[in-house]
């Protein structure tokens, strides 16, 4: 079984920063390359905020992500998310997801999600 927690959101100004970490358990986690960040905010449907996927050397992010949000494959088992310039749009509970395949990362249909983490942005 694998399992992934999510780590470091929390409250934080308008223009401040939050890193993110997703930690990955269990042996079959070995297996799959990919790993991404998604996030939901309250009454919105889920969006894709980026990717990465080491043996490809593939990196994706939103345009809300680009020039703020830096993802990064730290480990085998650890994906980090440095956000900055937070803004309060960008409140949302923030979810770590992995698969073997990166196609299937960004379209957010990964087979391994964990259970988020929540950022919010104050005015």
């Known amino acids: 079984q694998v399992q992934l927690v999510e780590s470091g959101g929390g409250l934080v100004q308008t223009g401040g920063s939050l890193r993110l970490s997703c930690t990955a358990s269990?042996?079959?986690?070995?297996?799959?390359?990919?790993m991404g960040w998604f996030r939901q905010a309250p009454g919105k449907d889920r969006e894709f905020v980026a990717a990465?996927?080491?043996?490809?050397?593939?990196i994706n992010y939103s345009d809300s992500a680009k020039g703020r949000f830096t993802i990064a494959r730290d480990s085998a088992r650890t994906m980090t998310l440095q956000m900055n310039n937070l803004q309060p749009e960008d409140t949302a509970k923030y979810f770590c997801?992995?698969?073997?395949?990166?196609?299937?990362?960004?379209?957010?249909?990964?087979?391994?999600w964990g259970k988020g983490t929540l950022v919010t942005v104050s005015d």
């Open positions: 990465v996927s080491t043996n490809e050397g593939k």
């Open positions: 997801t992995a698969d073997e395949l990166f196609r299937t990362v960004l379209i957010g249909t990964a087979d391994y």
């Open positions: 269990g042996r079959p986690f070995s297996l799959f390359d990919a």
